[in-house]
């Protein structure tokens, strides 16, 4: 993740300020760092910066549809995992910078939204009815895909389901020298006032350095979370 020096993670507040072109790109630069095989993101982001603002076209099939995963790409390698329960997202594709889209979603999704995601060989699998059980959503990733290593990467409040069932292994956080100071901007970790709060979480830092136009790039692992580590 990229923060300011506050802890916010929306950049509209200050990219389009004369510095704000030194921070264009820091983050897909270190997330090149990593070996995974996907990357999760929520689906404001998703639909802010990689759908391309495609409206879904949902078609009612002429059966009903069974609520147990769809893989659209067997032989796919690398994923891009879509957080969407309630099946709202538009794709042109089934793959986005070339990975395969796997949808995330509840049970309580229309038949006529499976229906198009099977239709475009869109990947998707159930972890809740109504809610979305991340535990459940990363047994079956494991189990069905092959994925061993996943990148979380927000927004603040999918950032916060994960810590607050402590599914998070390790941080790397890339601190730019800004404040945004905005009142009610999404910040690095925040938990939905509809979950049980767990105990606040420790990292442990394992390494830090300085990196471009000031900013510090740092690594964590977790030492206590809100439950058991996967």
């Known amino acids: 993740m990229l923060t300011t020096l506050d802890g916010k993670i929306i950049t509209e507040h200050w990219r389009n300020e004369p510095w704000g072109k030194d921070y264009d790109g820091l983050f897909e630069k270190y997330h090149e760092t ?3 095989e996907a990357w999760i993101l929520g689906r404001v982001s998703l639909e802010k910066d990689f759908s391309g603002g495609v409206q879904p076209e949902p078609v009612e099939p002429e059966q009903p549809i069974k609520r147990e995963p ?3 790409d067997p032989n796919a390698k690398s994923f891009a995992i879509a957080v969407d329960r ?3 997202l538009g794709w042109d594709s089934n793959q986005t910078g070339g990975d395969h889209i796997i949808e995330l979603l509840t049970e309580d ?3 006529a939204y499976l229906n198009y995601l ?3 060989k869109i990947s998707y699998l159930f ?3 109504q809610e979305l059980d991340f535990k459940l959503a990363l047994e079956q990733l ?3 895909f092959p994925i061993k290593t996943l990148m979380l990467e927000g927004g603040g409040h999918l950032n916060g389901s994960f810590l607050n069932e402590g599914l998070i292994d390790e941080l790397s956080l890339l601190l730019i020298p800004v404040a945004d100071g905005t009142a009610q901007t999404t910040s690095l970790f925040e938990v939905g006032k509809h979950l049980t709060k767990r105990p606040a979480s420790l990292f442990k830092l394992e390494e830090v350095k300085q ?3 000031g900013t510090l790039w740092m690594r964590y692992r977790i030492e206590t979370a809100g439950s058991d580590n996967t």
């Open 127 to 129: 972890a809740g009815k």
């Open 70 to 72: 769809f893989i659209g």
């Open 109 to 111: 999704v229309s038949d």
């Open 34 to 36: 990593f070996e995974s």
């Open 86 to 88: 309630h099946g709202k």
């Open 142 to 144: 494991a189990r069905l």
């Open 118 to 120: 099977q239709k475009r």
């Open 211 to 213: 990196a471009e136009a």
